[in-house]
């Protein structure tokens, strides 16, 4: 089982940038780390996924564009850069890693972590 905290959510206007950062514990190379949302009344939905080894990454046609999915493996994290941000983009995010095949699946994931608020005002 991989511990994850993620953190750096808070509120955002539209238009800007925010930086969200997922620490693993441990952090094995085998694994594919992911970043989801969930609105409220909402489903949660993968945003971006990134492989620990390699350069897969993949992402959300809603975050194409605008999102850049990173690691850095000397601390053990992975971001999510959020750009150019939107209203719609409000949501709790939480960050997931697991042995996946389908890397936005939610269902593939078995870590998962509590979750960081991100709010975006128009």
């Known amino acids: 089982q991989v511990r994850l905290m993620e953190s750096g959510g808070g509120s955002v206007q539209a238009g800007g940038s925010l930086r969200l950062s997922c620490l693993a514990s441990?952090?094995?190379?085998?694994?594919?780390v992911g970043w989801f949302r969930q609105a409220p009344l909402k489903e949660r939905e993968g945003v971006a996924a990134?492989?620990?080894?390699?350069?897969?990454?993949f992402y959300a046609d809603s975050a194409k564009g605008r999102f850049h999915i990173a690691r850095d493996d000397a601390k053990n994290t992975v971001y999510l850069q959020m750009n150019r941000v939107k209203p719609e983009d409000s949501a709790m995010y939480y960050c997931?890693?697991?042995?996946?095949?389908?890397?936005?699946?939610?269902?593939?994931?078995?870590?998962w972590g509590q979750g960081t608020q991100v709010t975006v005002s128009s």
């Open positions: 441990p952090y094995p190379s085998s694994i594919t």
């Open positions: 997931a890693a697991g042995f996946v095949n389908d890397m936005l699946r939610p269902h593939e994931y078995t870590s």
């Open positions: 990134i492989r620990i080894a390699g350069e897969d990454r």
